[in-house]
């Protein structure tokens, strides 16, 4: 199994920036792609960005692109999420995942964090 620890979220004005942190821990070899996602109440959740945990190859949702930046640190094992320029819209509960797959779906990632809550005022 995976552990997995977020961190990070919390209230910003418009325009202003987070980084959010996930620690992971535990069968840490499997893992092929780290992913954070983020939910609104009443919608499905939805990924925003994922990197490659050995190729550091990132992928990123449309919405995000230019403002937010995936990272990761194999050393400490940790994966980061750089936000800038945040808008009212990025208001949501931010999870991160990890997948034994390259993929960006959300039923190819099998372990996930208890979420951290993001939002921002206009």
């Known amino acids: 199994q995976v552990q997995l620890v977020e961190s990070g979220g919390g209230l910003v004005q418009a325009g202003g920036s987070l980084r959010l942190s996930c620690a992971a821990s535990?069968?840490?070899?499997?893992?092929?792609?780290m992913a954070w996602f983020r939910q609104v109440p009443g919608k499905e959740r939805e990924f925003v960005a994922r990197?490659?945990?050995?190729?550091?190859?990132?992928y990123y949702v449309d919405s995000v692109k230019g403002r937010f930046t995936i990272s990761r640190d194999n050393a400490k094992n940790t994966v980061y999420l750089q936000m800038n320029s945040l808008k009212p819209e990025d208001t949501a509960v931010y999870y991160c995942?990890?997948?034994?797959?390259?993929?960006?779906?959300?039923?190819?990632?099998?372990?996930w964090g208890q979420g951290t809550q993001v939002t921002v005022s206009s």
């Open positions: 990197v490659g945990w050995n190729n550091g190859v990132t």
């Open positions: 995942a990890t997948s034994p797959r390259p993929s960006s779906r959300l039923d190819q990632y099998d372990y």
């Open positions: 535990g069968r840490t070899f499997s893992i092929y792609a």
